[in-house]
């Protein structure tokens, strides 16, 4: 997964912002134009708002490209890096995924990434993963489903059967396979159109955008000839 972060300080609270986590959902400029506001630069002024308003901003972002960082005047302990340094983030309480009409995955709680099967478990609390199967950083979402014209309804399909939870609140791990599907393990609550939903303790996502079951794989990444490698 990319990264580029860039840290915006203020004396009362600092913000970062990464670059490539952005999509343009435009909570940030809705919430507090005072402080977000990209005709300007910079385009971040963390000191135009109360910090605990501002904390309320950062975390409605629902890929996690805002964070909150420590103020100006708090010392970084040597050798850190500035930009890579924020503040922990409480995690819900329950681990869910919004499915955004022709967009991504927003998912918000205690989450693991491995970018691969096997590789090192990242972890997080907000991210929006890749559905349309375009994007080029996978299997983040990078607006690319715009980009394309993805077309694909916020369903979840009538009649899943849920699996049994055994705890609700435990970290649910998310692994992209090479050209296939996101499998996760862990509680994970799934929500789409008109409120459906259904809480499943495994399971693999589309994120070719071609499934007849969205939001659940069946497969069809092997006729489209989807590539993640």
């Known amino acids: 997964?990319?990264?580029?972060?860039?840290?915006?300080?203020?004396?009362?609270?600092?913000?970062?912002?990464?670059?490539?986590r952005c999509i343009h959902s435009?909570?940030?400029?809705?919430?507090?134009?005072?402080?977000?506001?990209?005709?300007?630069?910079?385009?971040?002024?963390?000191?135009?708002?109360?910090?605990?308003?501002l904390e309320r901003v950062v975390l409605g972002c629902p890929t996690g490209a805002l964070r909150m960082a420590p103020p100006s005047e708090q010392?970084?302990?040597k050798g850190a890096a500035?930009?890579?340094?924020?503040?922990?983030?409480?995690p819900r309480k329950k681990n869910s995924a919004s499915i955004t009409p022709d967009g991504p995955y927003y998912v918000r709680g205690n989450l693991e990434i491995e970018e691969?099967?096997?590789?090192?478990v990242l972890e997080d609390t907000r991210v929006a993963?890749?559905?349309?199967?375009?994007?080029?950083?996978?299997?983040?979402?990078?607006?690319?489903?715009?980009r394309v014209g993805f077309r694909?309804?916020?369903?979840?399909?009538?009649?899943?059967?849920?699996?049994?939870?055994a705890d609700e609140a435990a970290a649910v791990r998310f692994t992209p396979f090479p050209n296939g599907a996101l499998a996760f393990r862990g509680p994970l609550t799934i929500s789409?159109?008109?409120?459906?939903?259904?809480?499943?303790?495994?399971?693999?996502?589309?994120?070719?955008?071609?499934?007849?079951?969205?939001?659940?794989?069946?497969?069809?990444?092997r006729e489209a000839g989807f590539r993640a490698p």
């Open 26 to 53: 435009e909570v940030c400029v809705r919430g507090l134009p005072q402080v977000f506001d990209v005709s300007r630069r910079p385009w971040i002024l963390p000191d135009e708002a109360d910090p605990k308003r």
């Open 75 to 77: 010392k970084v302990e």
């Open 152 to 165: 694909c309804e916020a369903a979840v399909t009538p009649g899943s059967e849920p699996a049994p939870v």
């Open 116 to 120: 691969t099967p096997g590789a090192e």
């Open 1 to 20: 997964m990319k990264s580029q972060v860039r840290h915006y300080r203020g004396n009362q609270a600092s913000v970062t912002f990464d670059t490539h």
């Open 192 to 221: 789409g159109r008109g409120g459906a939903r259904v809480t499943l303790d495994q399971g693999k996502l589309c994120r070719c955008g071609h499934s007849k079951n969205r939001p659940l794989c069946d497969g069809s990444h």
């Open 129 to 146: 993963f890749c559905r349309c199967g375009h994007s080029e950083n996978k299997p983040l979402c990078d607006q690319s489903h715009e």
């Open 82 to 90: 500035a930009a890579a340094t924020v503040l922990p983030e409480e």
